[in-house]
T-cell receptor, first 110, second 117 residues
Framework: GQNIDQPTEMTATEGAIVQINCTYQ??????LFWYQQHAGEAPTFLSY????GLEEKGRFSSFLSRSKGYSYLLLKELQMKDSASYLC???????????FGTGTKLQVIP | GAVVSQHPSRVICKSGTSVKIECRSL??????MFWYRQFPKKSLMLMAT?????????EQGVEKDKFLINHASLTLSTLTVTSAHPEDSSFYIC?????????????FGPGTRLTVL
């Protein structure tokens, strides 16, 4: 079956850097997504990693290690608006099935 | 690009009635659409995968006769919650993807909050 683990909650200070980890166990793995979800809203796409390594996109970067079943989302220069849940999701199989983790609720404090 | 709309955004209905939720891809053709539900402080739970022109594939434990899905065109999928009950109250979210994207990226609609009285 599919299994995705990420921390439930994290707190970080405005202007700082935070790393949100995600481990996954899934058969037929295609790639790893990160989504941001503000309370009461639908998720918005942040990144998609297929190959090993770090991909940088502005203040957000995402890393993947396929051999270790591990990914992280790195947020730099944290802003108050970054307070949200961050969902790790693994794509597997031939019909684009995506399994979501329970999400990490990030609170950015002044 | 890659905008997905959902309608209605919020609905309140009486127990026993049916509710239809529409999901549209506005600027791309979505061969596959997904329906999720999310309970408060919980993650997304995939209900079904909908492919245009064919029957939806339901996840284990999801009643296909209760949650009717129709994917009539490349830009529209509908979810009908039949004979709704209070336990069906939830946040329903659709997403859409396109093979032209080259990835499995799913673009989410804004969600529909259903409250069954």
């Amino acid at each position: 079956g599919q299994n995705i683990d990420q921390p439930t909650e994290m707190t970080a200070t405005e202007g700082a850097i935070v790393q949100i980890n995600c481990t996954y166990q899934t058969s037929g793995f295609n790639g790893l997504f990160w989504y941001q979800q503000h309370a009461g809203e639908a998720p918005t796409f942040l990144s998609y990693n297929v190959l090993d390594g770090l991909e940088e996109k502005g203040r957000f970067s995402s890393f993947l290690s396929r051999s270790k079943g591990y990914s992280y989302l790195l947020l730099k220069e944290l802003q108050m608006k970054d307070s949200a849940s961050y969902l790790c999701a693994a794509s597997s199989g031939g019909y684009q099935k995506v399994t979501f983790g329970t999400g990490t609720k990030l609170q950015v404090i002044p | 690009g890659a905008v997905v709309s959902q309608h209605p955004s919020r609905v309140i209905c009486k127990s026993g009635t049916s509710v239809k939720i529409e999901c549209r891809s506005l600027d791309f053709q979505a061969t596959t659409m997904f329906w999720y539900r999310q309970f408060p402080k919980k993650s997304l739970m995939l209900m079904a995968t909908s492919n245009e022109g064919s029957k939806a594939t339901y996840e284990q434990g999801v009643e296909k006769d209760k949650f009717l899905i129709n994917h009539a065109s490349l830009t529209l999928s509908t979810l009908t919650v039949t004979s709704a009950h209070p336990e069906d109250s939830s946040f329903y979210i659709c997403s859409a993807s396109s093979p032209l994207d080259g990835t499995d990226t799913q673009y989410f609609g804004p969600g529909t909050r259903l409250t069954v009285l």
